[in-house]
């Protein structure tokens, strides 16, 4: 059951804003997707013990990052947008990287790309004007 704080977001809420939130999560669910599928490949036993709790608390972390824009916190923005902009500062040296990454699993790779995608997009819808005018009126 949602809060009254939760509710109340919901109710005045710009549909970038929502939108922003669902692909941001979409991309968490698939990234954590992907770490453990990567994990699987690459560890085994107590490493991949010690390695999953990292994984798992770190998008434990991230949701609640998600959690907190969708209820209106602009740190909570600020913090995606840092996040987004070192991610498209090394974009250009990553491409080669989802290039092998492709090469290497296809499936891997792929959600890779996806992820960042829909990490771009998602980041983006936050700054609309809309989302803009939202976010001033929750502080």
């Not at 090394?90 to 829909?118: K, M, N, Q």
């Amino acid at each position: 059951m949602e809060s009254t704080t939760d509710q109340t977001a919901n109710l005045s809420r710009p549909r970038t804003v929502a939108t922003a939130v669902q692909l941001l999560a979409a991309a968490l669910g698939l990234g954590l997707l992907r770490s453990i599928l990567n994990l699987a490949q690459n560890t085994s036993g107590a490493q991949m013990f010690f390695a999953l709790l990292i994984v798992i608390a770190f998008f434990g972390i991230l949701f609640w990052v998600v959690r907190k824009i969708s209820a209106g916190k602009n740190w909570a923005r600020i913090l995606v947008l840092i996040i987004m902009l070192v991610l498209i500062l090394f974009l250009p040296f990553a491409i080669p990287a989802y290039l092998h990454e492709v090469r290497r699993s296809a499936l891997l790779g792929t959600l890779s790309i996806i992820i960042t995608l829909l990490q771009l997009i998602g980041t983006a819808l936050l700054f609309t004007k809309q989302s803009n005018l939202w976010f001033k009126t929750r502080r």
